[in-house]
């Protein structure tokens, strides 16, 4: 049985991409998916072990892997949104790296507040298809709204509270 002890918190699943089970991954701070033996989920309170057979690379940190024994898109939705753990002995050559700094994927999850009020939503995704990276947020109200990923509009991090506050220019929200 895998308790928590032996095991650190690597980075999180998303939404699940395509019919055939592939799901959205972020990996945190430089983590290579593909060097682990496996990825470990909590399910009901148990740390389970997954099997990886298929990742492909879809930006620094994200991934589309594919997980043995989930085929479908139903399947894959039971296990989205979920943190992903590793074994800490797995892991510890990548977290002992004295780098500094923050990758728009280690702020999936984190509640976003703009200054004004006006948007209040959690970081679900990012969007790195382009030269310009985007937050894709969810916010409170269901709406869903692409936050550029930038220095002038990230105003405070909140690492401790998992929260964002940004300085949105007038009209983005429209868009």
Do not use: W
């Not at 099997?51 to 024994?69: D, K, V």
Request: hydrophobic fraction near 40%; include cysteine; glycine fraction near 8%.
């Amino acid at each position: 049985m895998i308790t928590e002890s032996q095991i650190t918190e690597i980075g999180r699943l998303n939404q699940p991409h395509g019919i055939k089970g592939e799901i959205n991954a972020v990996a945190y701070d430089g983590i290579e998916l593909s060097e682990l033996s496996c990825i470990i989920l909590d399910v009901d309170g148990i740390f389970v072990p997954f099997f990886m057979s298929g990742i492909r690379r879809r930006g620094t940190q994200s991934y589309l892997i594919t997980i043995e024994g989930i085929e479908n898109e139903q399947k894959a939705s039971s296990i989205a949104n979920k943190t992903i753990f590793a074994l800490s002995d797995e892991v510890k050559q990548y977290t002992d790296n004295d780098e500094e700094g923050f990758y728009a994927e280690d702020f999936i999850g984190f509640r976003i507040i703009s200054s004004d009020g006006e948007l209040n939503g959690i970081v679900t995704d990012i969007d790195d298809s382009t030269e310009n990276v985007l937050f894709i947020v969810k916010a409170d109200s269901g709406k869903k709204h692409l936050i550029p990923v930038a220095d002038e509009i990230i105003t405070g991090i909140d690492i401790e509270n998992r929260q964002l506050t940004v300085e949105l220019p007038a009209g983005l929200l429209e868009i």
